[in-house]
């Protein structure tokens, strides 16, 4: 069932990481969480991956060592012990720490890993000077390859049949819940593991949200522009038990994580007709869009993308509804995703480095009227060479049904 | 449909740390984590709750101010910038951070605040000087009182049902991640969120494990005796495709997080027969269970659960199966449960401060056979005044269909 890369791919991985270490100047970088390690190996298992800045990076695996070896496309070895992983990293790697040097610059994922950790990895390396090299592996992980591509492809045709299902299910007085009941049990015979990782510290995110009126209007923690009033304050977000009534807005902001990759795509839907208002906010969110394509394209700034939607949404005297409501507002306007959600490039003030060919971003226009619900699209697009092509499949139009 | 602990519950949940925290000398505690935030103030918004060793906490909102003002049931804030944090708590706490004092000795739950987060804190707040306080959290956390014991038994209840879904579903070729949907979508509309929350570093428990065969006994990072093939090496634990056999043990290890609060329980199922040699695991383990339930009063050191769940299994001659396979096994034999799935206290070595009434621990003796299966069970259970109580309710005994 599972589709590797092809052999010459790790390379490549490794070595553009490579490339941005020795610009600024690390001997090596230490990778901890289970995404990166992904990422760079193919396996998940527990331990730590440790990439040199020159030559081959090894897999140092706690548990299941048996595991990370089957799957695993680099170097694999045990991680003897914690206590002594400075001496055995010393041994393995005596051009990157020699003996006569105090101590040596070290990338870390320092924005996931737990300080804990941190404190207990400077005691057990003490010849290495841990750095933050979060920025680096977000960079490098931004720019897709064409295996990476196919994965979020494939994930979004499963994304757009789940949307179907739901939309066949969707009916008058049914609850947020019963609607993303249905569209998860599609998702999950499909492949989806239940999740959607996201980096962001305290995030949470497993299908996205299905919410209808006033609970998707609701403020949350979640950093995006609707999170949805959810099931209890001890999990505030996504779908509630409220009933879904005719003409209000019915948000349908879904994803799904399979082999590894996420999709995200949103869709709103009504039964029987929605108010001339939420027509028009809709309408603002699809001129946004199509304003947004025309500047997806190599060479780009991402924050000219947000700069320009924020324009729009002036121009249309809808600015304080949109990307959520007045103080609870989100400050971008897309985001990169592949086996995170919350991937690189933001779309968003201070993201300048220009967009390249193999990104893939999630543009969701949005606008929330507290009290009466959220309208807007989501669609995940691939910076092609000459400009963009969207991958999301769903057809792009407010899915109605008939009030009976 | 939200029920909240009675007024004097947060009085005395913020009491419990204040005393734990004089005893060894911090001067207030800086929460972080979403779960660690929700325990003290109700409310699970983006921000930091303060609590100083005397006096009242403050919960300090980013995101959502207006939800977090509406949920919390202590004093809540804004927080003004992250960049003034420090002068924001100096102002607010000056019998904290007393001007003329350099530096405050201030605990925070370093186990799981990324590294990026602890070093901005540090700069944002220089009169702190951070402390971990993760197991005094942890400590306090680990005694439920009568509102929380009633939310794990909820939970409990809503498992046991979808438990009988489940096995109403199962039939011979079916695929575990077919039988673990028809479980899920139960769990879901009885208010499950989709994922049962885990404090350990890249570790992910959406609804725990229904495996079979050779699949169930596949060495997995999971920290638990049996972690399952799951779905890809990008998910690599929980359901595969793998169709269920006859004559094969089913492992259905599964739980729930509703309110808040998760149940974990395990139960073996058959299609057919199991040979004598998993008849008589499966009977080791159950042994082992209410050996277990002898001891599990106050005043038994946890460790003690597991040296001698191990000296039962060595008996059977069965020690290299016990809680996983050879070097992949886990090193002990249950853990604390409640907001969180790896509650503590550990039964494991060094985790020897007596039981206490109100703790709600999951034992779970299992054993492993590579290539053929896992077989046991798991059973919350409260510790009352004199000895202990199930909460789990699914009865306990092979769950057993016919061959057709």
Request: hydrophobic share 40%; net charge negative; proline share 6%.
């Amino acid at each position: 069932m599972h589709i590797d890369p092809p052999r010459e791919e790790w390379l490549n991985r490794q070595q553009r990481l490579q490339e941005r270490m020795a610009q600024v100047g690390l001997q090596g970088c230490l990778v901890s969480q289970n995404v990166g390690i992904y990422y760079f190996t193919g396996s998940m298992q527990t331990g730590y991956l440790f990439v040199p800045v020159d030559g081959t990076p090894t897999y140092y695996v706690r548990r299941s060592l048996a595991r990370a070896q089957a799957e695993s496309h680099v170097r694999t070895e045990e991680l003897i012990s914690f206590r002594t992983f400075g001496q055995q990293l010393a041994t393995d790697y005596p051009e990157v720490f020699p003996p006569e040097t105090k101590t040596v610059a070290i990338g870390a994922d320092l924005d996931v890993m737990p300080a804990q950790l941190y404190l207990r990895l400077t005691e057990a390396i003490p010849q290495a000077s841990l750095k933050d090299a979060s920025a680096l592996l977000r960079i490098v992980r931004s720019v897709k390859s064409a295996f990476e591509i196919e994965r979020i492809s494939n994930a979004a045709a499963i994304v757009a049949k789940a949307l179907e299902s739901g939309i066949d299910a969707l009916k008058e007085g049914m609850t947020e819940l019963e609607l993303m009941t249905v569209i998860e049990g599609e998702l999950r015979r499909d492949g989806h593991i239940g999740l959607m990782r996201m980096r962001g510290y305290n995030q949470e995110i497993m299908t996205g949200v299905v919410a209808a009126g006033d609970a998707a209007a609701e403020p949350t923690y979640f950093d995006g522009p609707a999170g949805g009033r959810g099931l209890t304050p001890a999990g505030p977000q996504s779908s509630s038990r409220r009933p879904i009534r005719r003409n209000e807005p019915i948000l349908i902001d879904i994803g799904c994580c399979v082999d590894g990759y996420t999709i995200d795509q949103t869709r709103t839907a009504v039964i029987g007709e929605m108010s001339t208002e939420l027509l028009a906010a809709y309408e603002t969110a699809t001129a946004i869009m199509r304003h947004s394509e025309k500047q997806l394209r190599p060479g780009t700034a991402p924050e000219q993308l947000y700069a320009e939607a924020l324009r729009i949404a002036e121009a249309a005297g809808l600015s304080e509804h949109f990307m959520g409501f007045g103080r609870d507002q989100v400050k971008f306007l897309g985001h990169g995703i592949g086996l995170e959600i919350d991937e690189w490039p933001v779309l968003a003030r201070g993201f300048r480095d220009p967009l390249e060919p193999g990104m893939t971003i999630a543009v969701e226009p949005k606008f929330t009227f507290p009290g009466v619900g959220v309208v807007g699209v989501e669609n995940t697009y691939l910076i092609t060479e000459t400009g963009c092509r969207p991958l999301t499949v769903s057809p792009e139009r407010i899915y109605s049904k008939p009030a009976r």
